[in-house]
């Protein structure tokens, strides 16, 4: 006879485990610790099998009955419930250890540490994933959706912060794409949420393009009252036309004195790729007299409290500002956009050559490869003549841009 309701309340446990029968193969097991479980029992394969359903009261009669359904409706598709559920535990595990943190620090160490990436693209990496952790860190990435990864960059959004909300946008979706190819999850969500996106302002790094003003600046730096090193370092950044930070990490084995060339390592560059930078004579003073400082040292422009240490990626800017020229005026990186403008209106050096002297990327693969050996004279005679320039702009000498092709 199938179980009555107010039947189970007054089933009293006994010395040994007993059973009271409902139907279908659903019967309560009453223990004599006064538990009362719910079992299915059922067939599958020839062998006989019990799936645990629940306790009572937690689990009413009405709803044992559903839950022997829903199982014995698998038994009769030949499928073990008790499989399934085991299956269902195994991932809910494997998902609560994939959270999008663990699977994020997993991609930036296979896929930019182990790759060699610079470690300032790496700290950016980090960072990024630090914006969507108080959001969806925890979260098992296979279970995220793609509101919530919406909901996360919108508020980065609202604080005004556009480029950053695409930013992580694009490095959550690579984040997703690691997690499918290493079987963690099935979709990226992150994948066409850009265009919920406002795009962001595009804003170019400060520079001065005046020549009589940037004659000045030049005239300024030489003048600078602070730390030796950060004074050698503007005084030599806008001959060597590199970025900022491939000159300040900077390391002495790195100089071939004799053929007068930097030779920047591809892990440091933005192209990873070895960038050699001919050094004109006035390059090659600034660099004696720097090694005069930190010629003892592995490193060029080592920081004040520790020679272990490089001197901070702000030093310039920093020295800048106490300068007088302001964010919206010029910045350290701003110095390539000022050789590139004036080396192009100059007339005088063709376009590739400049390009390689600044390691910029070709956007044509095979014209990149094919420029890769080429314009090595030409950047060599257009590094003397940059500096030659740079010295007459600090002298104070009127040189417009119109006059560049006749001087």
């Keep these: 006879m199938p179980i009555l309701s107010q039947e189970i309340s007054s089933l009293r446990p006994k010395r040994m485990p007993f059973r009271k029968t409902d139907s279908k193969g659903l019967y309560l097991e009453v223990f004599p610790n006064g538990s009362k479980l719910w079992r299915y029992k059922f067939r599958i394969a020839g062998k006989e099998k019990r ?29 073990d419930p008790t499989l399934e559920r085991k299956r269902a535990k195994r991932l809910a595990r494997m998902n609560a250890g994939n959270s999008f943190k663990s699977v994020a620090e997993d991609f930036i160490k296979v896929r930019m540490e182990n790759s060699g990436k610079a470690p300032a693209t790496i700290r950016k990496a980090r960072w990024y994933v630090s914006l969507l952790v108080p959001s969806i860190g925890a979260r098992p990435i296979n279970d995220i959706e793609p509101i919530e990864v919406l909901e996360a960059l919108k508020k980065i959004e609202r604080k005004g912060h556009r480029e950053s909300a695409n930013r992580t946008r694009a490095l959550a979706s690579r984040v997703f794409r690691h997690g499918i190819v290493c079987a963690l999850c099935k979709s990226d969500p992150a994948a066409h949420l850009g265009d919920a996106l406002a795009s962001p302002v595009v804003t170019h790094r400060a520079a001065i393009l005046d020549p009589i003003k940037f004659g000045q600046l030049l005239r300024d730096i030489d003048e600078y009252t602070g730390t030796p090193l950060v004074r050698i370092a503007m005084q030599i950044l806008p001959h060597i036309m590199t970025r900022p930070g491939e000159m300040r990490l900077g390391k002495w084995s790195e100089i071939d004195w004799g ?4 030779n920047i390592p591809a892990e440091r560059t933005k192209l990873r790729r070895l960038h050699a930078v001919p050094l004109s004579e006035q390059v090659m003073l600034l660099l004696r007299e720097l090694h005069c400082h ?24 920093q020295a800048l500002r106490r300068m007088g020229y302001g964010p919206d005026l010029v910045t350290a990186h701003g110095f390539r956009s000022t050789a590139s403008t004036f080396l192009n209106e100059s007339g005088k050096w063709h376009p590739d050559a400049i390009e390689r002297s600044l390691a910029h990327g070709d956007s044509n693969a095979i014209r990149g490869i094919y420029n890769r050996g080429n314009y090595w004279d030409e950047r060599v005679q257009m590094a003397q003549w940059w500096s030659d320039y740079l010295d007459e702009l600090r002298s104070g000498r009127k040189v417009v841009i119109g006059d560049f092709a006749k001087g």
């Design 51 to 79: 799936m645990a359903l629940g306790a009572w009261p937690d689990i009413s009669l009405a709803d044992a009955r559903k839950r022997r359904d829903v199982a014995r409706l698998k038994v009769l598709d030949g499928i």
């Design 259 to 262: 053929q007068k060339i930097w």
């Design 294 to 317: 930190t010629g003892g040292f592995e490193k060029m422009f080592p920081a004040q409290q520790s020679h272990l240490k490089y001197t901070s990626e702000n030093s310039i800017n």
